[in-house]
DNA sequence: GCGCCTTTGAAGTGT
DNA sequence: ACACTTCAAAGGCGC
């Protein structure tokens, strides 16, 4: 769960406000509101005007109703998705983009009215970077140049989530303009090109505010149409995108960086072997933070370990403010529906069996099937230790629920695991007043898990959690408790926390706490051997 | 060469 | 409804 920094540091978090990041509604059509300088939006407004000039789709509604009505089963689906792969897939150049995402795209809005790829705004003159790509590019992994110039000429506007389903590429020529043979014509992605709306950052500016906020996102439709989808073969569309990969893992992002995808050769290779394509998760909110901000901390700490690295940019994440974390989650958002547009049949669960089960007859698959398992078994094997925390629920049974934790009672998230790993016996545990809070009010609980900073020289931007709230994601209505330490139990309990390291355990109390259950809760994690930070809010 | 580490979030499965 | 699990990126490191 994202922890927003309320910016001033004045409510010092002592709202409970949530940020409803409702991914996609009304919450969207405020975030627009907010970020869109009234430029940018004229611009986007602009170029969706011709775009729904230029596309002038017959009856976007009935083809979309068409299409739902063709709901079939993933498997056939799928199968028929991979069989037009071979179909659509024709030559085209793939430029290697340094950056081996795909190329972010610019998704219509369907919040704006006739919002619509600008193919004519590609007239927005544009300043290629030699290197150095504005952050915000970086976080569209969807490579421009992986999409075909062809005029874009399908439906536009497109329902989210509700009613919204994960169609054929004629349905993502509706975003893309997919040309007959099925490549997507897509427009380009926002980044590479469009630099000047970005201001320069700072040495340290990794937290400097992008000028008009997600005018990067209106700046997403300033592409040169003439750049040519490659027709890697390696999407289903046929439009070649970053999260597809070949399964054997790492390679295939330098063939991204080779521009892969364009080799005739290659492809006529690929096309004759039947591999099918692995399709990546598309990246959230702080995944596409980290892409954005990595270089940074690299520069800034001549850090290279990604886990210290990724530490870092974990904490600066939570020292963000929620505007600057909500441009990232809006471009999660609009990531993952431009993915779900490329890849309508795709599901994470695609890449979960994969891990699982692998798929026949694919060797490397297999393999990486046999990899997961093994890291599965291992991590079973991790679970089943003697040692390793178990939940009330586990550790007493359903007869003896009153020795459960009040969480656990409640049916919530067990706070056991507060203790370290190790689970103090419930009736000499101070933590009932974790268990059992004061308030109805959700009182939230944050255990930060933090390593001692790996480079003492970059120590992060003060982060004072107490300013910062924990703050929904866009989509999650889940829990309002984070316990990272706890969260992924079984992995990330059993696994992040090596001997060796020094770690220290933060327990950030935000909304209404009592003194008392302050007090208890300090002294029960004294007991239990933590190292507690408590933050109280003082109202 | 492969897996681990480390982060948060999304989305899947399981209960 | 909730808990739990997996995966997404990254690259150094250890085996």
Redesign the pocket.
Known sequence: ???LSSGGGDDMGANDEMIA?K?EGEQEEKIQENAFTERDLADLKSSLVNESEINQSPNPAAVRRGQQGEHRGFPEKHREHLDGVSKHQDGGMYKTSG???YPFLMLPDPYLPNSSVSPSSNKVSVVQQSHGMHPLTSLL?YSNEHFSPSPPHLPTDMSQKTGIHRHQSQDLSGYYSLPPGGVGQITPSMGWQSQPVYPALSPCGYRQPYSSNLSSVASYSRFPHSLMMGPSGMHPTGIPH??I?PP???QE?DQYDRGMYMKPHVEAKREKEPKKP??????????LY??EM?AKV?AECTL????????I???R??ALTREE?AKY?EL??KE?QLH?QLYPTW???D??E???SGVAGEKSKA??G???R???E??QDS?TDPGSPK?CRARFGLNQQTDWCG?CRR????IRYLQGGGCPSPTSSDLSAIDSPPSPSPARHRL????LPPSPGCSPPPTSPSTHLP?S???????H??L?L???????AD????AT?HTYTHLELTGKQTHGSTTTLLSAAKAAGLSLKVLTESQ
């Not at 049916?411 to 067990?414: A, Q």
């Not at 994601?473 to 829990?479: D, L, V």
């Not at 706890?486 to 990330?492: T, V």
């Open positions: 769960m994202p922890q990041f991914d950056y081996p995402g992994p970053p999260a990969v054997t893992g790492k992002h692995v399709i990546k998760k598309p990246l959230n909110a702080f995944m980290m892409k990595r690299i290279k370990e990604s886990a210290a690295i990724n530490q940019l974990g904490r994440w939570h974390q989650y999660a958002r993952r779900m599901s994470a669960r890449n979960y994969a891990g699982l393999d990486w046999k990899k997961k093994r890291k599965r291992k991590l679970n939940k969480p049916k919530k998230k067990c930060y898990q933090h390593q703050l994601p866009p989509t999650h209505t889940r829990s408790t984070r990272p706890q969260q992924s139990a079984g992995k990330r696994l992040r926390q090596p390291k």
